[in-house]
């Protein structure tokens, strides 16, 4: 049974750093993984999706890596701000089929 | 696009009663989720669509619970007799295809049952 895990679960950084959000999963046999970001009462965004063939993707100041073979993830965020602040999560992709983790809650102090 | 679009965005219903969800998927998006987000569970899938038709349903928690999709622009999911412990956010998602694309979720609907 595929499980996804999300370390740490909380994080509180002051404004300008950057950080590292991590995610691992079980079984490697995964069509692609997503991360999301959720802010309080919405919905979520996606933000990056990375294929299973692939090894990162970027969209701004974020950064998306992938080791299948570790079943590993990590969000690099850069020179990070206040509106980063929000809850985000990964999720595999079991063929149509998303798996979450339960989420790292970010927050970035002015 | 108006994006996804749910209704309602908050329901308060008592013990026993029916409740309805409804969800307006991205117009050529041929793929359909319905998740149910709580504290203690997180984000799980309960059931999705491919063109209207039913594909995995093995999240469905209860025979309490059914959804369907009458066409390719439109579903709903009910929960009859909804109980305190389907208290939850309910999303609904669509996508272009299930495999590669990303997937867009709507605002929620969240369910409180008393």
């Known amino acids: 049974k595929q499980e996804v895990t999300q370390i740490p679960a909380a994080?509180?950084?002051?404004?300008?750093?950057?950080?590292?959000?991590?995610?691992?999963?079980?079984?490697?046999a995964i069509y692609n993984l997503q991360w999301f970001r959720q802010d309080p009462g919405k919905g979520l965004t996606?933000?990056?999706?990375?294929?299973?063939?692939?090894?990162?993707?970027?969209?701004?100041?974020?950064?998306?890596?992938?080791?299948?073979?570790?079943?590993?993830s990590t969000l690099y965020i850069a020179a990070s701000q206040p509106g980063d602040s929000a809850t985000y999560l990964c999720a595999v992709d079991l063929g149509g089929?998303?798996?979450?983790?339960?989420?790292?809650?970010?927050s970035v102090k002015p | 696009d108006a994006g996804v679009i749910q209704s309602p965005r908050h329901e308060v219903t008592e013990m026993g009663q029916e409740v309805t969800l409804r969800c307006?998927?991205?117009?050529?998006?041929?793929?359909?989720?319905?998740y149910r987000q709580t504290m203690m569970r997180g984000l799980e899938l309960l059931i999705y669509f491919n063109?209207?038709?039913?594909?995995d349903d093995s999240g469905m928690p209860e025979d309490r619970f059914s959804?369907?999709?009458?066409?390719a622009s439109?579903?709903?999911?009910?929960?009859?007799?909804?109980?305190p412990r389907d208290s939850a956010v309910y999303f609904c998602a669509s996508t272009v295809d299930g495999l590669s694309y990303e997937q867009y979720f709507g605002p929620g609907t969240r369910l409180t049952v008393t």
């Open chain 1, 11 to 28: 994080l509180s950084v002051p404004e300008g750093e950057n950080l590292v959000l991590n995610c691992s999963f079980t079984d490697s």
């Open chain 1, 46 to 72: 996606s933000l990056l999706l990375i294929q299973s063939s692939q090894r990162e993707q970027t969209s701004g100041r974020l950064n998306a890596s992938l080791d299948k073979s570790s079943g590993r």
């Open chain 1, 97 to 106: 089929k998303l798996i979450f983790g339960q989420g790292t809650e970010l």
């Open chain 2, 24 to 34: 307006k998927p991205i117009s050529g998006h041929d793929y359909l989720f319905w």
């Open chain 2, 51 to 55: 063109n209207n038709v039913p594909i």
């Open chain 2, 67 to 71: 959804a369907k999709m009458p066409n």
């Open chain 2, 74 to 83: 439109f579903s709903t999911l009910k929960i009859q007799p909804s109980e």
